[in-house]
């Protein structure tokens, strides 16, 4: 994957994941929610890192989230798919979760409109990544 295309999903999936922990968080409160919101501060780091190490390094300083970096640590390099794996389901359910509930209920406007953003930057790198992988796979 081109340090271009790499940007792109720490911006379109990297970040909107740490949102949707930290807000989901925010949501659940209590020691679950602290949890949440501590992932979701981490990740924001990582991301972080690795946004400025593309445009600078061209390459990712880190590997993709907390979740990869343990599952990496613990089993190997091949493991690391593990832990973005895990990553996708839970912030999946907190944004199914989300909905469910009808939403972010009383939550300021603010939360409401980054959710939003998140949401669709999500959704569109979805799009356009198998977008582009359909026609990678023309041109072979």
Request: with cysteine; glycine share 10%; net charge positive.
């Amino acid at each position: 994957m081109s340090p271009l295309w790499e940007f792109l999903e720490v911006l379109t999936v990297g970040f909107p994941y740490c949102c949707f922990k930290v807000l989901g968080g925010l949501l659940l409160g209590g020691p679950v929610g602290g949890a949440l919101i501590a992932l979701g501060a981490v990740d924001a780091l990582i991301n972080a890192a690795n946004a400025a190490s593309l445009v600078v390094r061209r390459r990712r300083a880190l590997q993709a989230c907390f979740f990869s970096a343990v599952a990496t640590r613990l089993k190997g390099d091949g493991k690391s798919h593990f832990g973005n794996s895990l990553d996708v389901l839970l912030c999946c359910l907190l944004v199914t979760w989300v909905i469910a509930r009808g939403g972010l209920g009383d939550a300021p406007r603010s939360h409401h409109a980054v959710w939003s953003a998140c949401v669709i930057l999500n959704v569109m790198w979805a799009g356009l990544s198998r977008f582009a992988t359909s026609l990678r796979s023309l041109a072979d």
